[in-house]
């Protein structure tokens, strides 16, 4: 079996019980991390050189639309109004699978250059099963542990059509990924549900698509947010119903009144932020501060590189800071000056897209942490580098000073993905050049159509 030795680096396990070490080795056998001490030897082992590294877990991006990377800042003046006409009622609609495969594959290999070891890829344009099939096979081609939440499009209807908030989630084509590639619930590429919910569909619809989820044992993720509700009083009735609580995933959530956030979290309910695209589009302030004041912690996703950068670690700062900034102007406005001392550490940060991505999955038992018995998905930063230099607090040099410039290596199931600053994959430009050929013919078909001027 394949064993691997990282020898003398700073290791933050994000595991409570173990803590950090600020020299330590970690010793992976096959897939699976089986030793994290102060000290390792053994024979017959790949030894990897730690010294000068930061080695913590693989980094979890709950929330992101991977099929518009051929379309990077496109979106990027574009309000969320804007959006919804000119991505899912213009772009989205002259995408052909091959487009949906190459934008998930290099979109998830950039992850992966990013540090980012699972992503959540809410796939909402999947209009037939081969723009399905194209995207799973994109993600399973990249190397990347993934969770492929599938959603369904949302195009302006055609006459006699109905509107797609009408339409429930498609039985059929969820049982075809269960019975086919997407078999193994603990494969390296699994499913879930990004549904559309009461704030998208009519309550039918929501009814329809949670009981689906709860019978198939899926987590069912749905945005909410984005102008006036579809079916007003509708969470209410799903709760009534039972239908909400753990393996219900809430993406953005900024305009939920604290009443209704206050019985989502009693029920278990997880919660995904987006923050740096919430406040860009104008979804409103993240809910991070109100999700920590009543005891649970968000995931962070990316949300759209169509908008802005695929860096998991920049978007966990936005959260960090916004979050700081909002509690500090509250201090001024309550009692005249900042708080005393801060009111997120960094750590707290780290924990946003680690432990809590795995939890919301469903999966802490495997990832988020650098744990014996769990899955190897774990980064090494180069600490030693000119921006990182030196280091005193290695949870803060992470989450305030790292870039992608730093991320020296990658290993995702015990493989590595990335080691010394470069991908370990064959025929990366051509698959760049297939991308820019696809956004190009996207871009120049439907302006051809007047949808995106």
């Given amino acids: ?142 190397g990347i542990r993934a969770a492929f939440f599938h959603g369904s499009p949302k195009p302006e209807p055609k006459p006699g059509e109905p509107h797609f908030s009408e339409v429930p989630h498609p039985r059929r084509e969820v049982e075809r990924l269960l019975a086919g590639a997407l078999a193994d619930r603990d494969g390296l590429v699994s499913l879930g549900l990004a549904i559309l919910g009461p704030h998208y569909s009519t309550l039918d619809v929501a009814m329809h698509d949670l009981r689906m989820a709860r019978e198939l044992k899926l987590i069912a993720s749905m945005h909410q947010g984005g102008g006036p509700a579809r079916t007003q009083g509708g969470w209410e009735k799903l709760i009534e119903a039972g239908l909400v609580g753990t393996g219900i995933n809430i993406v953005h959530g900024n305009d939920l009144p604290d009443d209704l956030l206050d019985r989502m979290v009693q029920l278990g309910v997880s919660f995904s932020v987006t923050p740096e695209n919430e406040m860009i589009q104008g979804h409103g302030f993240p809910i991070t501060g109100r999700l920590l004041k009543r005891g649970v912690r968000p995931t962070i996703g990316i949300d759209l590189e169509s908008v802005l950068a695929g860096d998991l670690l920049t978007v966990a700062r936005v959260a960090l800071s916004t979050q700081r900034a909002l509690d ?66 290695p949870v803060a040099t992470v989450v305030m000073q790292t870039s992608l410039a730093n991320i020296e290596a990658v290993m995702i199931d015990g493989a590595w993905k990335k080691r010394n600053g470069r991908l370990l994959l064959d025929g990366l430009e051509a698959k760049k050049e297939l991308l820019a050929q696809s956004g190009r013919r996207l871009v120049k078909d439907i302006e051809r159509q007047g949808r995106a001027a």
């Fill in 1 to 142: 079996m394949r064993r691997t030795l990282i020898k003398s680096a700073t290791v933050i396990t994000m595991d409570d019980a173990i803590g950090d070490l600020g020299t330590g080795d970690v010793l992976i056998e096959g897939s699976r991390i089986v030793d994290v001490r102060p000290s390792i030897d053994v024979a017959d082992t790949e030894i990897v050189d730690g010294k000068g590294r930061i080695v913590i877990p693989g980094l979890i991006n709950a929330h992101m639309h991977t099929w518009q990377t051929g379309l990077r800042g496109y979106a990027a003046n574009w309000t969320l109004l804007e959006y919804f006409g000119r991505m899912h009622a213009g772009l989205a609609t002259v995408f052909r699978p091959d487009d949906i495969h190459i934008a998930t594959l290099v979109g998830a290999l950039n992850q992966i250059n990013c540090g980012t070891t699972t992503l959540v890829d809410w796939c909402h344009n999947n209009p037939t099963p081969d723009h399905t099939d194209a995207a799973v096979r994109g993600l399973i081609e990249s």
């Fill in 328 to 393: 500090n102007a509250e201090a001024r406005r309550t009692t005249g000056t900042i708080p005393a001392t801060t009111t997120i550490p960094v750590r707290e940060a780290l924990r946003w897209i680690t432990t809590e991505g795995a939890r919301m999955l469903g999966r802490e038992h495997q990832i988020g942490s650098l744990t014996p018995g769990k899955l190897a998905d774990l980064v090494v930063i180069n600490a030693s580098d000119l921006n990182l230099v030196p280091v005193h607090d």
